[in-house]
């Protein structure tokens, strides 16, 4: 993309910030460019917190339900998967999702409560309970 092009619509996931992105000069050199956002940007980047949105509410109601642990819930509300749940936690991923049924997650240790509880920044009582309604951290 060329220097003049980069988009500037003012995007609002930008919050009045401004984004660095590479674009081409009159040279034909790649150089820093601010841009305050692009509408296509903004709008593939709402429909995926969208969809995160709705995956958590989901993991709520199936949590309420006794269907998964508190875990998948909590996990989802922060914004982890299982991939980056493993990697902050040192549990292997097969640990994880065994921890993501209710049977498993009510006979996990303190230990192993604390080590999610410390990633998540959450106290163990949180972990372990649900709200009636979802709550997304600002």
Do not use: C
Not at 12 to 37: I, P, R
Not at 49 to 77: F, N
């Amino acid at each position: 993309m060329e220097q003049k092009n980069v988009p500037q619509d003012n995007s609002a996931t930008y919050q009045g910030q401004k984004k660095l992105v590479y674009a081409v000069d009159e040279t034909g050199h790649y150089t820093g460019v601010q841009s305050t956002g692009w509408e296509v940007e903004s709008f593939a980047t709402q429909m995926a917190v969208d969809d995160l949105q709705q995956q958590t509410d989901e993991a709520l109601l199936q949590a309420q339900l006794g269907e998964v642990s508190p875990l998948a819930y909590h996990m989802l509300r922060l914004r982890f998967d299982i991939v980056s749940l493993a990697q902050t936690t040192g549990f292997f991923q097969w640990q994880i999702k065994r921890h993501l049924t209710p049977k498993v997650f009510n006979k996990l240790s303190l230990k192993k409560l604390a080590v999610y509880s410390d990633v998540m920044k959450l106290t163990v009582d949180e972990l372990r309970s649900l709200p009636k309604q979802n709550t997304t951290p600002e």
